[in-house]
């Protein structure tokens, strides 16, 4: 509010005009995920012509679909300040369990029987699955108060073992169905498209337009970011802390979910080994775009960028026959680049604020 001096003999004053305390600086950090693709996708677009060809852009963005719908579930997670190691087990898990009821039915020993499902029952089977490891999760998170990263770092290793178990560490090939069981058009997930566009692509537009109206139009979106910037204020402005948290691990698993179906489908065989270091490249994305990994802060759309830039840097890096290892390396280098520059931004908001 501004004051005026009103003692006699007194000039007045023009009240002071608020400060503008988004600087370019600010916002240049802000953008940093649009700004990284934007100059990704050109030094490749200029350097190769390959690149810019429409099959490789559908096969770019196919590749992107992945790790974004990966990332959706990990924003959230994050968002809460929490981490989910366990998404690339579950892509493994939920595959290796679609693929067993599409070959081989669910065996009921004690009836002698083996039931076959219609590859909708067998969608919803792994559904369910992935949430029920994400269920776990955030029970052992929100009522044992185990460390995010240790909750899900042993059920990454139990899922991974559960998959490999599910056929002895061998593989379910050609999961195309038998029309007489009724359990055919499994692949038309991972093979067909619409309007041009594969329906993985599809997926990852209408996750990420749910998931961005959660975050933006819902109070559960409102109380995600309440319990990452401040989980003990939230608390007390009467969020259900454990609740919400719980349920953004179980949001988690049903994406990975979504990606096991989605690359088991693709490939048409599952294999136990599928989605190996798949959570690496969810955080990464969700680190690029702009989440902080302390929660509180980050959106749905920079996490769908972030996925864009690391698709993009490696499908360039593939064509101009960049060796794989260099491939790591340099990928890992723009994830630690990404990190210090959120620790840059924040540093900048922190010395903002006590101005």
Not at 44 to 57: I, K, V, W
Not at 120 to 132: F, K, Q, R, S, T
């Amino acid at each position: 509010m501004a004051e005026i001096d009103m003692r006699p003999g007194a000039q007045p004053q023009a009240p002071a005009r608020p400060r503008n305390n988004v600087s370019l600086r600010q916002l240049a950090l802000q953008l940093r995920a649009f700004i990284a693709l934007f100059i990704v996708f050109g030094f490749f677009a200029l350097r190769s012509d390959p690149f810019l060809m429409e099959g490789n852009q559908i096969i770019l963005a196919k590749q992107v679909a992945i790790n974004a719908v990966l990332g959706v579930g990990m924003t959230f997670v994050i968002l809460t300040g929490g981490i989910d190691l366990s998404v690339g087990s579950i892509v493994g898990l939920t595959g290796m369990i679609a693929g067993g009821l599409i070959n081989e039915g669910l065996i009921l020993s004690p009836l002698n029987r083996v039931v076959y499902f219609n590859v909708w029952v067998i969608a919803a089977i792994a559904l369910g699955l992935g949430m029920l490891v994400g269920l776990i999760n955030g029970l052992l998170i929100t009522r044992f108060n185990v460390a995010p990263f240790i909750a899900t770092l042993g059920t990454l290793y139990m899922a991974r073992g559960f998959a490999m178990l599910s056929n002895n560490g061998a593989t379910f090939p050609n999961l195309v169905g038998d029309p007489a069981l009724g359990n055919t058009g499994f692949p038309s997930l991972g093979r067909d498209s619409f309007l041009g566009l594969p329906y993985s692509i599809w997926i990852m537009i209408a996750l990420a337009l749910v998931a961005i109206f959660i975050t933006r139009k819902t109070p559960f979106g409102r109380q995600v970011y309440a319990i990452g910037g401040n989980s003990r204020a939230a608390q007390l402005s009467g969020v259900r802390v454990k609740g919400v948290t719980l349920l953004t691990y179980v949001i988690s698993g049903f994406c990975a979910a979504i990606v096991g179906l989605i690359v088991t489908s693709q490939l048409v065989a599952a294999h136990p080994a599928t989605g190996e270091s798949y959570e690496l490249n969810a955080i990464a994305a969700v680190v690029l775009g702009g989440t902080s990994l302390a929660g509180g802060r980050g959106t749905i759309l920079g996490t769908i960028v972030g996925a864009f830039v690391i698709g993009v840097l490696r499908n360039g890096m593939v064509i101009e026959g960049v060796s794989s290892f260099w491939q790591m390396v340099i990928t890992g280098g723009v994830i630690i680049l990404a990190v210090v520059i959120d620790q840059l931004q924040q540093r900048i908001q922190d010395r903002s604020a006590k101005l």
